[in-house]
């Protein structure tokens, strides 16, 4: 689908309210042989330092269709404006290969929001690069799969006490009914979607052996919903890691691409074996292949090699 199509899709459901949720739904196409392939990379707004440019040879590999950013866009204090250079040294002038120059469907993260948070959100920074779009909470639709953004940050306690750091809270308060508001579009959202996958996204992990580890805020509010509503795959960054947790009572997998610059080697924590499927300190990203019996996982690192792959299948014909 040409790239043109594509952003004339997403500005017209970005100022045409849907009716489906509350959620801003935007719609992409699949291939002309029902496929999707895209990259997933999270906390990379480093000016380009720490390996962050190989992802181009493995996008044109698979023909992807986009790359979701899982959050932590610049750092190490988000963007200082809609007119900070940091954009463009960070986003524009690094992912410059052929095969990223596709939309880029992009969440928060906790240094984002230490920033002009609202800056991010910006249409403004559509016009400097047309590949942006960033929301704090939309849908993808595809004809075989919904992806969910979840702006996780305003969920962590500790960012609203700390004192290290501020924060850009503009818009999501007062935050108890943000966030009550949020689970209920996003629960309204899942329950209606008659989508064959169903993936969530969202910028701090549900369950990871990383530096952060499990986001308690999210197992007690977000993992419930997820749960109910037949969630396929949780999708993140924040730990600066690659790693693939599966689960004890839900067939929910739960997928880190963290490592889209600056990793972590070594900073891990003793983590169920029986659910630790891969867990990689390094630098890398994931790449996701979907058709409508299958979804493909797999996870690269900074030379494009793949470390783990996983993959999972749907009876065409059972129920969704």
């Excluded at 719609?27 to 181009?56: A, C, P, Y």
């Excluded at 880029?104 to 991010?120: C, E, K, M």
């Amino acid at each position: 689908m040409p790239l043109v199509v594509v952003l004339f899709s997403i500005i017209f459901f970005f100022t045409i309210p849907s009716c489906f949720s509350q959620l801003t739904r935007l719609e992409h196409q699949v291939k002309d042989d029902g496929s999707l392939s895209l990259l997933v990379v999270g906390d990379w707004g480093r000016r380009g330092h720490f390996n962050q440019t190989i992802m181009g040879r493995i996008g044109k590999e698979l023909d992807i269709d986009f790359v979701v950013s899982t959050g932590d866009n610049f750092y190490d204090d988000g963007l200082k404006g809609p007119h900070d250079p940091a954009f463009e040294e960070s986003f524009t002038e690094v992912y410059t290969a052929d095969s990223l120059q596709k939309p880029w469907y992009t969440i928060l993260g906790n240094h984002d929001y230490r920033g002009d948070a609202v800056a991010q959100l910006n249409p403004f920074l559509r016009k400097v690069d047309s590949r942006w779009l960033c929301l704090r909470n939309f849908m993808v639709d595809t004809e075989i799969a919904t992806f969910f953004f979840v702006d996780t940050t305003p969920f962590v306690d500790k960012y609203y006490t700390e004192e290290s750091h501020t924060y850009d809270w503009r818009g999501v308060s007062p935050r108890k009914a943000y966030l009550a508001n949020l689970l209920k579009d996003l629960e309204t959202a899942l329950r209606e979607s008659s989508s064959r996958w169903k993936i969530v996204v969202g910028h701090h992990a549900i369950r990871s052996a990383g530096h952060h580890g499990d986001t308690e805020e999210l197992i007690q509010h977000l993992l419930p919903i997820l749960k109910a509503n037949n969630v396929d795959l949780y999708v993140n960054g924040h730990d600066h890691c690659l790693e693939h947790i599966s689960s004890h009572d839900s067939p929910i997998q739960y997928l880190t691409s963290g490592a889209g610059s600056k990793a972590w080697r070594g900073d891990t924590k003793k983590y169920d074996e029986r659910v630790m499927k891969f867990f990689y300190d390094g630098q890398g990203f994931m790449s996701m292949q979907l058709t409508n019996a299958n979804v493909e996982v797999l996870f690269h690192d900074v030379l494009g090699q793949v470390l783990h792959r996983w993959k999972v299948s749907k009876d065409l014909h059972s129920s969704m």
